[in-house]
Structure formats: structure tokens, C-alpha cells
């Protein structure tokens, strides 16, 4: 098992939070143009108001995940990156590299830490952990086990895991 966070999962966490303080902010910002009858197009601006502020409340909540080890943090991190990567091409193609440039860099830095291998090890190793403490799996013997170890306490990999994992699941007779 794991014990201490890796630096890939810190990572991801940060990328993640400053995209979703990046989406507040604009949130913010558009919400106060709207407001002050700035906005060209006020139907357009609630719009991307209310799914900026949504967006960025919830890139801080996978953010947070992360650093809990909480396993269904991951997927959106994914999700949120992927959408992303063509909002940072789009910004591109119409000149806008400042924001192009840095969105996409964070997109893929995001991509790859959080599906890196200490990442994946971690996040999984932690929920399988607290399973056996919560009662929910009776712990197993270490050639066995649920926790991704192997009897010499290297960690197992993740797909040899899930074999193992499928191995234990009752088959029709």
C-alpha cells in the first residue's frame, strides 16, 4: 500500500483547481457584465455564467477528490480535461493564444498525472483500503489481496488486479 500522496496526484489536483478557479472567474466576471448591461448577448451570457460558476464549483470538488483518494474524483477530472483540449484549439484558432496556450498545456499535464501509474496505484489502493475497514470485503491472505499488493509488497498493477478481481466473480453453472 501507498501511504504518502503521490506528487502526480498533487499535481492533477492543483491543474484541476486552478482550471476551476480560471472557470469562476470567468464565471464571475460574465455574471457582472450580464449584470451591468454590458453583455451583448444577455441570454447567452446567464448561460455561460451559470455553467462557468457550475463548472468551476465542480473542477474544486474533483480537485478535492483527488487528494482524498476518492476514486469517482477521476473520471470528471478526465471528462473535464477532454473538454478542455478543443476549448483550448477553438481559443487558438481565433488568435486567442494567451488563454489557448495555458488551458491546453494544463489540460494535458492534467491528463497525464492523473492517469499515470503512482496515480492510479494510489487512488485505488486507498478505496480498496477503506472497504476492508469499513467492513464492506473481508481482508484477504497477501497473495490474494484486494489492497495491490503482492506477497513481497510490491504493488500489483491495476489490470492485474481487476483479473484478479473477475477470477472471483461467481460463474453460471
Do not use: H, N, Y
Amino acid at each position: 500500500m501507498l501511504k504518502r500522496r503521490p506528487i502526480t496526484v498533487q499535481a492533477a489536483a492543483a491543474l484541476e483547481a486552478a482550471e476551476g478557479l480560471a472557470a469562476l472567474g470567468v464565471g464571475v466576471f460574465t455574471g457582472v457584465e450580464t449584470a451591468t448591461g454590458a453583455a451583448v448577448d444577455p441570454a447567452g451570457a446567464i448561460g455561460v455564467t451559470v455553467l462557468a460558476l457550475a463548472g468551476g464549483l465542480g473542477m474544486l470538488a474533483c480537485a478535492r477528490g483527488l487528494l482524498r483518494a476518492e476514486q469517482w474524483s477521476r473520471a470528471p477530472t478526465v471528462l473535464t480535461q477532454f473538454f478542455a483540449l478543443p476549448v483550448a484549439w477553438s481559443l487558438w484558432q481565433s488568435g486567442q493564444s494567451a488563454f489557448a496556450v495555458p488551458l491546453g498545456l494544463a489540460a494535458i499535464l492534467t491528463l497525464i498525472t492523473v492517469l499515470s501509474p503512482p496515480s492510479t496505484a494510489w487512488l485505488f489502493d486507498d478505496q480498496d483500503e477503506e472497504e476492508a475497514e469499513d467492513g464492506g470485503r473481508p481482508a484477504r491472505e497477501p497473495e490474494d489481496s484486494a489492497a495491490g499488493e503482492t506477497p513481497s509488497g510490491e504493488p500489483r498493477s491495476l489490470g492485474r488486479r481487476l483479473m484478479d478481481r473477475l477470477k472471483e466473480q461467481p460463474t453460471k453453472k
